[in-house]
C-alpha cells in the first residue's frame, strides 16, 4: 500500500472514530460500510502478522456493534484497526 493510499485510510479511520466518539452513531454507521469495503481492499497487503492482528480487530468491531458500544467501537477503529495499518511498512 503506498503512502498517499495509507493516509487516505487513517483518515477515513479517523474520520468515522470521531463520529461515534460524537455520539452520532447513525452517521457512523452509514459511513462503515464504505470503510469496510476499504479496509477489505487493503487488508491482503498486509504481513501476516498484521493480518492476524487486523482479524482480532474486526472481531472486536463486530463485538461492540453487537452491543452498540460506540466509544468501544471508535477505540478499536482508532487504536487497533489504525495500528495494523501503520505498523505495516
Same mark, same amino acid.
Given at each position: 500500500?503506498?503512502?498517499?493510499?495509507?493516509?487516505?485510510?487513517?483518515?477515513?479511520?479517523?474520520?468515522? !472514530?470521531?463520529? #461515534?466518539?460524537?455520539?452520532?452513531?447513525?452517521?457512523? !454507521?452509514?459511513? @462503515?460500510?464504505? @470503510?469496510?469495503?476499504?479496509?477489505?481492499?487493503?487488508?491482503?497487503?498486509? !504481513?501476516?502478522?498484521?493480518?492476524?492482528? #487486523?482479524?482480532?480487530? @474486526?472481531?472486536?468491531?463486530?463485538?461492540?456493534?453487537? @452491543?452498540?458500544? #460506540?466509544?468501544?467501537?471508535?477505540?478499536?477503529? !482508532?487504536?487497533?484497526?489504525?495500528?495494523?495499518?501503520?505498523?505495516?511498512?
Amino acid at each position: 500500500m503506498n503512502d498517499q493510499a495509507k493516509q487516505l485510510l487513517l483518515a477515513h479511520i479517523q474520520e468515522l !472514530s470521531d463520529l #461515534y466518539y460524537q455520539n452520532r452513531a447513525g452517521e457512523g !454507521s452509514e459511513k @462503515l460500510k464504505e @470503510l469496510i469495503r476499504e479496509l477489505t481492499t487493503f487488508a491482503p497487503t498486509l !504481513s501476516q502478522d498484521r493480518q492476524q492482528e #487486523y482479524m482480532m480487530a @474486526l472481531k472486536s468491531v463486530m463485538e461492540a456493534m453487537e @452491543l452498540q458500544d #460506540y466509544v468501544l467501537l471508535a477505540d478499536v477503529l !482508532s487504536f487497533d484497526i489504525a495500528d495494523a495499518f501503520l505498523a505495516e511498512e
